[in-house]
């Protein structure tokens, strides 16, 4: 069984900055693609960016291009989200999902809460 956990997260003023990061335990063999999602209250959970195995391939949501970035270290199993220039709009639970190889499924952590508000 493979673990993902998400930290990070907290409450920030507009203009501020958070770094998320999310780390995958447990049976791993392999991980592939990497990514951030959020939910916000009401609305559906979106895709905020993604990374491949190698980090060649990089997408984000044009809502946070410039202001977010995703980075991961495949020795520790982690990846991160360094979101800058925080508007009240990325107020959203934040979560984490990998795709493990070795049993061919993804998984998602439990979220980590970011809120910008003054």
């Known amino acids: 069984q493979v673990q993902v956990v998400e930290s990070g997260g907290g409450l920030v003023q507009p203009g501020g900055s958070l770094r998320l990061s999310c780390a995958a335990s447990?049976?791993?063999?392999?991980?592939?693609?990497m990514g951030w999602y959020r939910q916000a209250p009401g609305k559906q959970r979106e895709l905020v960016a993604s990374?491949?195995?190698?980090?060649?391939?990089?997408n984000y949501a044009d809502s946070v291009k410039g202001r977010f970035t995703i980075s991961r270290d495949n020795v520790k199993r982690t990846v991160y989200l360094q979101m800058n220039s925080l508007k009240p709009d990325d107020t959203a639970v934040y979560y984490c999902?990998?795709?493990?190889?070795?049993?061919?499924?993804?998984?998602w952590g439990q979220g980590t809460q970011v809120t910008v508000s003054s």
């Open positions: 999902n990998i795709w493990e190889s070795g049993s061919g499924r993804d998984y």
């Open positions: 447990g049976t791993v063999f392999s991980i592939g693609n």
């Open positions: 990374i491949s195995t190698y980090g060649s391939n990089i």
